[in-house]
């Protein structure tokens, strides 16, 4: 059972000599390094294999590294996070007792630049509990992504096999990377592993694309546009895949229509693009009226686009908290 790891970076340098020497030290069979930028990783020479990728699309990123890998299992990493020493052996056991294993999502650990434990108190981190997956009924899917599954690329393993197989549909979506492969699991009826197990630690930092630290309030608006315009394409993507294959009603195909169209909203809003009409959109949808956070900004939109824009930056800045 041969392990890859595909570390996936995109101008940043500073952190992925410490990414790759994890996967290396961790002892994975293989490392691709998938970068838009060339020069020697230090103490990593000549142990990885770079793969050129140009594109910001994480999706693109981890299909080359797909792609260009020779191992049964790929786990991906982030340039900023780290692989535990416990990781490699582990998925070798996860993925070896179970032939029909397609996909493993574990839990991790926040850290900060320095890679010290911190408390971090956003809903992506907090009050997950990966050990109830085994107690899921197997329809709930907003249930499932809000309070059990960890999520995160840099937690996501997949059997190369099978992933390469949904890669049209993964560069389609181009980005929720860790999203679309659970998704894609769960379509396929293959067996699906969560876990407890933290064999992962996440940094977090004033560079995280969606993250409000270390930026400025139209730094912020800039990046949060961005972001949920990428997520409004890839969960409307996955929305299309979940309809065709369960059905629009479907609990999963509701939840990322529903997730979609409030992506939407919010980078209306941050772009100034008819944002009251954006607002009245939103609330008319589901999405509307069944997030509390999109009802929140769309009802501050119509009073107030400049106001609506205030607060979710304040917002971000309490959800992002550090303790």
Known sequence: ????????????RAFLPFAVRSALEGGADEVLVVRNFSGPI??????????????PDTNEKE?????ASTADVVGFLDDDDLWTPEKVPHLRSIFGADPDGVYYCHAHVPVDVEGAPVVATHREWADKHPERFPQWD???????????????NSSTVVRRAWAVEWLPA????????DLFWLV???LSGRRVTIGPEALTQLRLHGANMSHTRG?????????????????????GTMARLASARR?????????LSEASEGFRFLADLEAGRRPRRAALRALRHHAGRNDRGVFLAAGAAILSPTLARRLLFRSSLRRWSLG
């Open 63 to 67: 299909a080359r590294g797909l792609e």
């Open 42 to 55: 230090e103490g990593c020479e000549g142990r990885y294999t770079d793969v050129p990728c140009s594109t």
């Open 215 to 235: 930026t400025t309030a139209e730094e912020f608006r800039t990046r949060h546009q961005v972001t949920c315009e990428r997520f409004a394409r890839s969960n």
């Open 184 to 186: 894609a699991a769960l």
């Open 138 to 152: 197997g329809n709930d899917f907003e249930g499932l992504v809000r309070t059990v599954w960890p999520g995160n």
């Open 170 to 177: 993964f560069r389609e979506a181009g980005w929720s990377a």
């Open 1 to 12: 059972m041969r392990v890859a790891a595909v570390v996936t970076a995109h101008d940043r």
């Open 247 to 255: 059905g629009p009603g479907a609990p999963m195909t509701v939840y």
